[in-house]
């Protein structure tokens, strides 16, 4: 099926791009999910995961503590590169198996994978087209820490780990601009939409 990769920095508005795609119909696979789901209780990840940084990154029910393991990776590259070749991976299977059920259970001739890391996993190689939601890098910053509530030197270690804006949007076939409203970011993904159908749609 024809797939399109929707990414964008932390805080640029990926989520409600995606959530104008789902009204059209479109399966719109999330690669957040897939990361949470190979860390569930049970998994093999999530045991190496435990033996590598300790219990301690366990809460109480036995599932993943994400904000202290985020905490734990943005402060040390050489832990974030040894989680990254763990779970990348797995994640990469769960998306291509969540990719090939679009056929079956949505109507729309093609499907979003929604990544932040869409670019820098390598996870391009799933998708035919690259959409990045774009906005001011300062307007980013603001969105993502009232959010988040996350501080503004985490957000800023989160942004260093992504690729530059302009790099980012250097690989972008389509640019959505999330600066202004709501509604004037509904009616770019509206045009978007109907163009992706053509694109999916039109004979090879």
């Given at each position: 099926?024809?797939?399109?990769?929707?990414?964008?920095?932390?805080?640029?508005?990926?989520?409600?791009?995606?959530?104008?795609?789902?009204?059209?119909?479109?399966?719109?696979?999330?690669?957040?999910?897939?990361?949470?789901?190979?860390?569930?209780?049970?998994?093999?990840?999530?045991?190496?995961?435990?033996?590598?940084?300790?219990?301690?990154?366990?809460?109480?029910?036995?599932?993943?503590?994400?904000?202290?393991?985020?905490?734990?990776?943005?402060?040390?590259?050489?832990?974030?590169?040894?989680?990254?070749?763990?779970?990348?991976?797995?994640?990469?299977?769960?998306?291509?198996?969540?990719?090939?059920?679009?056929s079956e259970t949505h109507n729309a001739p093609y499907a979003?994978?929604?990544?932040?890391?869409?670019?820098?996993?390598?996870?391009?190689?799933?998708?035919q087209r690259v959409c990045v939601v774009d906005i001011p890098?300062?307007?980013?910053?603001?969105?993502?820490?009232?959010?988040?509530?996350?501080?503004?030197?985490?957000?800023?270690?989160?942004?260093?780990?992504?690729?530059?804006?302009?790099?980012?949007?250097?690989?972008?076939?389509?640019?959505?601009?999330?600066?202004?409203?709501?509604?004037?970011?509904?009616?770019?993904?509206?045009?978007?939409?109907?163009?992706?159908?053509?694109?999916?749609?039109?004979?090879?």
């Amino acid at each position: 099926m024809f797939t399109v990769g929707l990414t964008g920095g932390i805080g640029s508005g990926k989520s409600a791009a995606a959530a104008r795609f789902r009204y059209h119909g479109v399966n719109v696979v999330d690669a957040d999910i897939a990361a949470r789901v190979v860390v569930e209780p049970g998994r093999t990840a999530l045991a190496a995961i435990a033996e590598h940084f300790g219990t301690d990154i366990l809460l109480e029910n036995g599932e993943l503590d994400r904000a202290a393991l985020r905490k734990r990776v943005f402060d040390n590259p050489e832990e974030r590169r040894w989680l990254e070749q763990l779970t990348h991976p797995l994640i990469r299977e769960e998306i291509i198996s969540s990719l090939a059920a679009s056929s079956e259970t949505h109507n729309a001739p093609y499907a979003i994978l929604e990544s932040p890391l869409l670019l820098e996993s390598g996870q391009v190689a799933l998708v035919q087209r690259v959409c990045v939601v774009d906005i001011p890098e300062e307007l980013q910053l603001a969105r993502a820490t009232a959010r988040d509530s996350n501080s503004v030197q985490q957000i800023r270690k989160i942004m260093a780990a992504q690729l530059p804006r302009a790099e980012r949007c250097a690989q972008a076939h389509d640019i959505l601009d999330n600066s202004g409203s709501l509604e004037a970011l509904n009616a770019q993904v509206d045009a978007l939409h109907a163009q992706y159908i053509q694109l999916a749609t039109k004979p090879e």
